[in-house]
């Protein structure tokens, strides 16, 4: 279950086989694989050892794909950062990772270096730019093309060996790093190929960052079988379209957000999109109206998956994406559901209660966080803090988000994170942040605020003032309330859920 030994494998037996297409860039796996050991070697060049974390701040490019691979090569862990992560909110998480080695890109450079001072564990020689750079910055580039396009040294990389952390909250908060082993990722090529019926002649398309975990769904099974994978810099609803339809696409995933995008575009035309085989949901819940217009106008395509970067998924087939309408499916072979109760006891069918998973994609803990790992990975069980239940053949139902967590366009929001921003505004007393509906993004934020006595702010300074600090954009409020007090329960702990509510039930007001 060493990754590295994939590209190698596809270089091999099918060399002239399209692995990448990126933009004017059509790479086969003998071309691709080249690539990764070039980078593979300029990492080792510069130090980065197996067990070392290599921390890239990139939007969408061929470079940060081949790294994943090259630091699989070299048995380094790759760290992908969000590109829109800025301050504070960007060097607690290198300096949480212990990151040796950064990838950006000049565009991002100001933000880095806005930081330098505070980055503990990278000197400027360790950060490198993709697109061309002057001392005392590193040139990605030119260390590549002069890098050997050998394989590099065998890393001796087992199963369980770090293969990437995957931050699920880059703020100003105690973020999370979720740790995936080799052997997941290597559960999610084999599982996962088989659930969307990849093939090596699939062609698959992925048009959202990959930074995010969601991309690694139909990335490593791609991979996996020797497929073509297309990458697009970012989501465009006519180019996906016309690329859909030029490269016949059989395979791509994407959020509501993009979902909706799609269907409204004056470019929408279903005979155009006949090539594809499996449209597959994930990220945030997708309004059951626009299920049924999908599966209308694309029959026996739509899939959709629920689950948590810690470890487990349910997925909803194609197969049973009408007769199921509703539901996200069942566990995939191997894996396990299970709804429960407070004190961890199994609930019948019909029930709402925790919905907990386990199964072979379980990660192996919170990046130096055992005590927050052993509160939510308990003897082998992820606790997700979502609501739902099981009918009567095992397929689940969601009932409540997790309690505070927002999804906003398949991007986890974590409110606590913007509560602490927003806290320290001189005028708020007492801050709550909470999702609300968006025909977009599905869920956006809104923070709630009681005012100290005798202050005075209007709701578009305190708007501002949040969104100017908070670490990341898609953590910027849509909105901001005004109340004389929140609702609380008998111990004095605010009800969120009180407050959100009404927005979800079309009856809000505003104060």
């Not at 006949?274 to 309004?287: D, H, K, N, V």
């Amino acid at each position: 279950m060493e990754l590295s030994t994939l590209l190698a494998h596809h270089a091999r037996y099918r060399p002239h086989a399209t692995a990448v297409v990126f933009e004017e860039q059509r790479l086969d796996y003998l071309s691709f694989s080249a690539r990764v050991n070039r980078t593979a070697h300029l990492l080792t060049g510069l130090g980065v050892k197996k067990t070392q974390r290599v921390a890239t701040l990139l939007p969408n490019t061929l470079e940060l794909l081949e790294l994943y691979w090259a630091c699989a090569r070299i048995g380094a862990v790759a760290v992908p950062l969000s590109p829109l992560l800025t301050g504070v909110g960007l060097s607690s998480l290198i300096n949480d990772a212990g990151a040796v080695c950064l990838v950006t890109q000049n565009s991002l450079l100001p933000v880095v270096a806005a930081v330098l001072p505070e980055l503990q564990t990278l000197a400027p020689g360790r950060i490198l730019l993709i697109d061309g750079a002057e001392p005392p910055w590193g040139d990605y580039a030119a260390l590549a093309a002069a890098a050997p396009d050998g394989e590099p040294p065998a890393a001796d990389v087992g199963p369980d060996d770090l293969f990437n952390i995957m931050y699920t909250s880059g703020t100003t908060g105690l973020p999370k790093g979720i740790m995936h082993s080799h052997r997941v990722r290597a559960m999610y090529a084999l599982l996962l190929g088989a659930a969307w019926r990849m093939t090596p002649e699939s062609v698959v398309l992925h048009t959202g960052a990959i930074v995010f975990n969601g991309a690694f769904v139909t990335l490593m099974p791609a991979f996996h079988l020797g497929a073509t994978y297309i990458l697009q810099r970012q989501f465009d609803a006519a180019a996906m379209l016309e690329t859909i339809d030029r490269e016949k696409v059989t395979h791509i995933m994407v959020v509501p957000a993009q979902i909706i995008a799609l269907l409204d575009s004056p470019d929408f035309d279903p005979a155009g999109l006949a090539s594809l085989q499996m449209i597959l949901s994930l990220g945030a819940p997708l309004a059951q109206p626009r299920k049924d217009q999908l599966n209308q106008l694309l029959p026996g395509r739509f899939h959709e998956l629920y689950g948590l970067t810690e470890g487990f998924v349910t997925i909803l087939d194609k197969t049973d994406a009408v007769r199921k309408a509703g539901s996200v499916g069942c566990p995939p072979p191997f894996s396990a559901v299970r709804v429960v109760d407070e004190a961890g006891h199994e609930l019948p069918p019909g029930q709402p209660g925790e919905i907990v998973g386990r199964g072979p994609f379980v990660m192996q803990g919170y990046w130096g966080k055992p005590q927050l790992t052993a509160e939510t990975l308990r003897f082998g069980w992820i606790h997700s803090g979502d609501i739902g239940y099981l009918d009567d053949e095992g397929y689940l139902y969601l009932v409540d988000r997790k309690k505070d967590m927002i999804d906003s366009g398949g991007v986890k929001v974590y409110p606590r994170d913007i509560e602490d921003v927003a806290s320290r505004h001189p005028a708020v007393a007492e801050v709550a942040v909470f999702g609300i509906p968006h025909e977009t993004w599905g869920e956006t934020p809104l923070a709630a605020v009681v005012l100290k006595v005798g202050a005075e702010a209007t709701v578009s300074e305190l708007r501002d003032w949040i969104n100017e600090r908070v670490a990341a954009r898609y953590q910027r409020v849509q909105e901001v309330v005004v109340l004389p007090a929140f609702p609380r329960n008998a111990a004095g702990k605010t009800l969120k859920r009180e407050l959100r509510d009404p927005y979800w039930a079309g009856r809000a007001r505003r104060i």
